[in-house]
């Protein structure tokens, strides 16, 4: 296999491990949602989400951070010279193992849903789901921009995703309020 290969099989991991959390929360706050409502309705929607939950990040999501995991170390290897001195990458592995983290602590809210433990609401899910955004986000930058990064233009870039992530969520509740009110 050519590097190019590898690197493209990465990209495509790295795309679909990132659909798998960003869509795996929208599931979560679903759930969480559910569990406010009155029975049968809310025995029957967890039913599913869970389900839903379950096959997608074991079919999907898990499997494409194995890979992503596989290829990306695969990459460094070939050129270990040039990837192990970088400081950019250096970065980019933080950030990764970051993602890793919040890989494995969106497992545990889908553990728990299962046993029906709902610690969070949906609005605290939907800021959580703002996190992988923003990984997404300072990955892409460090990758791209490597070491012509200009960090005060990184780091302003990265509050400013930040404001507008936020931004972004509180008119969709004023939109769904006032559409609840309809």
Known sequence: MTFDVIKALHIIFVVSWFAGLFYIVRLFIYDAEANLKSEPEKSILQKQFQIMQSRLWWIITTPAMILSVVFGTWMILLNSNYYLSSPWMHLKLGFVFLLLIYHFWCQRIMNRFKLGIYK?????LR????????FLVIIVFIVVMK????????????FATAILLMLGI???KILKKKEFNK
Do not use: D, P, R
């Open 127 to 134: 800021l959580w789901n703002e996190l992988a955004t923003l």
């Open 170 to 172: 509180k008119i969709y």
């Open 120 to 124: 969070w609401t949906g609005n605290q």
């Open 147 to 158: 070491n012509a990064m200009n960090w005060i233009y990184g780091t302003v870039g990265f």
